[in-house]
């Protein structure tokens, strides 16, 4: 069953969700057959949040998804990095939907980090994962280099300055740089609705569904 989910693990990790769900299916039956004791409840912990990144991520399947991560709060032995991990794709999930809930789950998330003594993982919350949700709730605040670029970008966007934008996608662009973030912030800032289409494309085809309801609100809107 280890076995079954590091494989499992290696799949989400390489994009391949449906093969990452299936396995889960797989080895969810077998875990429960177990005796309750200490490794069940911890793996058991690891499966939920595998499963609910997977119907997050993978298949933008919101509801689904957020029983799994709940559940994962239920075990008392869940490990500091899968609760900060289960919290994190919470905060993912209510981004758009509720601007409390989404700040609530980052802060926890943040709590357990630092727990787990994720300090990667904490910056990583604090400098691209804070910005992108003021950016999306339509927040002006003070750019610095401990921003990503991308939410450089997406903050010129919400503050109207697409000139300033698109040169920035132009730059990046010719320096050989692409991401889906980037391709969504350029079709917002064109008003372009075939790009804001390859935009969701690219997401669903690199593992994250889950920013694609907010790219079809944004075409609903022009």
């Known amino acids: 069953m280890r076995l079954q989910l590091i494989e499992l693990t ?3 990790k390489l994009g391949n969700v449906r093969n990452a769900l299936l396995f889960a299916d797989q080895l969810q039956p077998d875990l429960m057959n177990l005796n309750s ?3 069940k409840s911890v793996t058991a912990s690891r499966l939920l949040l595998l499963m609910g990144l997977g119907k997050l991520y993978g298949e933008g399947n919101a509801s689904t998804a957020e029983e799994y991560l709940q559940a994962v709060h239920s075990i008392k032995v869940a490990p500091e990095p899968v609760r900060a991990s289960s919290y994190h794709a919470l905060s993912i999930l209510y ?3 509720n601007k409390e809930h989404c700040w609530a789950y ?3 998330s943040i709590i357990h980090a630092k727990q787990a003594e994720l300090r990667d993982y904490i910056r990583a919350l604090e400098y691209h994962k804070v910005p992108f949700i003021k950016n999306l709730h339509g927040e002006m605040f003070e750019l610095n ?3 990503p670029i991308e939410e450089h970008i997406h903050q010129y966007v919400t ?5 300033t934008a698109l040169n920035l996608i132009h730059k990046l662009e010719n320096e050989g ?3 889906p973030f980037m391709l969504y912030y350029k079709g917002t800032a064109t008003k372009d609705a075939n790009l804001l ?3 969701i494309m690219s997401f669903s085809t690199n593992g994250r569904a889950d920013v694609v309801p907010f790219i079809k609100e944004d075409i609903a809107a022009l």
């Open 37 to 39: 004791c200490y490794t």
């Open 159 to 163: 503050r109207n300055n697409n000139e």
């Open 10 to 12: 290696a799949n989400f």
């Open 177 to 179: 740089k692409q991401s």
């Open 197 to 199: 289409m390859e935009a």
């Open 95 to 97: 981004s758009k939907k």
């Open 106 to 108: 980052s802060k926890k």
């Open 145 to 147: 280099n401990t921003i």
